[in-house]
């Protein structure tokens, strides 16, 4: 069993393609040594953010790492130094939000009984929370850059994952009406749309898990 650790910082970083020089100051062995005075034990860094960008060397998307990103390799040099004190970095990624799927994939995203995009945020644009169907294309698109992750990182070096944003989603799109139907859930209920996106949200994370079978957590 792995050691538990005492004291976790999560690092949110959803950084937009309008913020320049991202991590051009960046010193890892500082990084570890601020962790490690504050007694930090483990540290959730990122891989990719809401905003859909990359903070690691993708050999699968590079067009997809952060445009102003100066320091390509900030994930790997971040996993690195705070392996070396000890440290554990378990390694963030979005699911369910993602503003460049939303731009470029808009099939991908869940639909209401209107059969608009839900925003389930209810902010103006821009944004990144029109949130996305995990029944459709996605689904591998998502399976994809774990895998890419994993690949550039190694096995070796992964604590675990923090996968987040999964969430009970009403969605009226045509992939969970059909799923729905074969299941026996009547897509005119509401009540039975809910019911069936909890056994969706099941489905994928078991076969995530099972695709991928490293520690993974839930946001």
């Not at 209401?112 to 944004?127: A, L, M, R, T, Y």
């Not at 029109?130 to 895998?147: E, H, P």
Request: aromatic fraction near 12%; proline fraction near 5%.
């Amino acid at each position: 069993m792995n050691e538990l650790r005492y004291r976790q910082v999560h690092l949110d970083f959803h950084t937009s393609e309008y913020i320049p020089m991202v991590a051009q100051e960046f010193d890892a062995e500082k990084f570890a040594a601020t962790l490690k005075k504050a007694n930090i034990d483990s540290i959730t860094c990122f891989a990719r953010c809401h905003h859909g960008w990359l903070y690691y060397p993708s050999k699968k998307t590079p067009e997809l790492i952060h445009p102003n990103l100066v320091n390509k390799n900030l994930l790997l040099e971040q996993i690195e130094a705070c392996h070396k004190n000890n440290i554990n970095v378990p390694i963030y990624t979005t699911v369910q939000w993602d503003g460049h799927v939303a731009e470029t994939h808009p099939e991908w995203l869940c639909i209401d009984e209107k059969g608009e995009f839900i925003n389930s945020q209810n902010v103006p644009k821009p944004h990144f929370y029109y949130t996305i169907c995990l029944n459709s294309g996605y689904r591998q698109y998502f399976k994809d850059n774990l895998q890419d992750i994993i690949d550039v990182v190694g096995a070796e070096n992964i604590d675990g994952f923090f996968m987040d944003i999964l969430f009970k989603v009403d969605c009226n799109c045509e992939h969970c009406i059909s799923k729905m139907k074969d299941l026996g859930f009547d897509p005119n209920v509401k009540q039975e749309r809910i019911q069936y996106s909890t056994v969706m949200l099941d489905e994928f994370n078991l076969i995530v898990r099972i695709s991928h079978p490293l520690q993974v957590g839930d946001g």
